[in-house]
Nanobody
Framework: QVQLVESGGGLVQAGGSLRLSCAAS????????MGWFRQAPGKEREFVAA????????GYADSVKGRFTISKDIAKNTVYLQMNSLKPEDTAVYYC?????????????????WGQGTQVTVSS
């Protein structure tokens, strides 16, 4: 059974930084794309960032480009999201996601596995 466990969320002032982590377990993830989504109160879940297994393909939402960086440690089956220059509008529950296909991950299809989420709150 696939399990994704996020950590690293919390409360931070605008302009600050946080680093989210997501540890994946329950199967072999070789070849899987890994990424992050977020959902703010009253809004739909939205794509934040994703990276293919090889690292050749990486994508970011326009709203986070230049501020957020996705990376992963293949040996640990862990994906990270470094978030800098945080803004109040970044406040949301952040979800880790993995999929066997990069495009399916970005589109959040039914073939995507999800974590439980971690709260990020940015105060002004």
């Amino acid at each position: 059974q696939v399990q994704l466990v996020e950590s690293g969320g919390g409360l931070v002032q605008a302009g600050g930084s946080l680093r989210l982590s997501c540890a994946a377990s329950g199967r072999t993830f070789s070849g899987y794309a890994m990424g992050w989504f977020r959902q703010a109160p009253g809004k739909e879940r939205e794509f934040v960032a994703a990276e293919s297994w090889s690292g050749v393909r990486t994508g970011y939402a326009d709203s986070v480009k230049g501020r957020f960086t996705i990376s992963k440690d293949i040996a640990k089956n862990t994906v990270y999201l470094q978030m800098n220059s945080l803004k109040p509008e970044d406040t949301a529950v952040y979800y880790c996601a993995v999929s066997a296909d990069y495009r399916e991950l970005v589109r959040a299809t039914s073939n995507t596995y999800w974590g439980q989420g971690t709260q990020v709150t940015v105060s002004s």
